[in-house]
């Protein structure tokens, strides 16, 4: 098992930002996971991934944020850290051939 850690960094001049609160810029959740996702496959490049379970429980704007990927033994913890504060949390999950959903 490993855990990841790092830091995200969503720009003010990101692309996604222009139609989504212009006047009050919020990442969107997608784009966060997203970032998880491409993190993990910094490790793991052929993994079928699917997101679950994705708790927003703060507006993220741009800045930098520190985040922790952590493998368990059914997929990914993900966290994403605001000044301490678990601001994003969820899971992404090996995909598998026989799976329903992949």
Same mark, same amino acid.
């Given at each position: 098992?490993?855990?990841?850690?790092?830091?995200?960094?969503?720009?003010?001049?990101?692309?996604?930002?222009?139609?989504?609160?212009?006047?009050?810029?919020?990442?969107?959740?997608?784009?966060?996971?997203?970032?998880?996702?491409?993190?993990? @496959?910094? @490790?793991?490049?052929?993994?079928?991934l699917?997101?679950?379970?994705? @708790?927003?429980?703060?507006?993220i704007?741009?800045?930098?944020?520190?985040?922790?990927?952590?493998?368990?033994?059914?997929?990914f913890?993900?966290?994403?850290?605001?000044?301490?504060?678990?601001?994003?949390?969820? @899971?992404?999950?090996?995909?598998?051939?026989?799976?329903?959903?992949?």
């Open positions: 098992m490993f855990n990841l850690t790092g830091t995200f960094t969503f720009p003010a001049d990101e692309a996604a930002l222009q139609d989504h609160f212009p006047d009050s810029p919020v990442i969107p959740g997608t784009l966060i996971i997203h970032s998880f996702v491409h993190a993990l @496959r910094t @490790r793991m490049p052929e993994a079928m699917s997101a679950n379970r994705f @708790r927003f429980k703060e507006f704007t741009p800045a930098s944020y520190q985040y922790s990927i952590e493998q368990t033994p059914s997929g913890s993900c966290t994403l850290f605001n000044k301490g504060r678990k601001a994003v949390t969820g @899971r992404l999950d090996i995909q598998t051939r026989g799976d329903a959903n992949g």
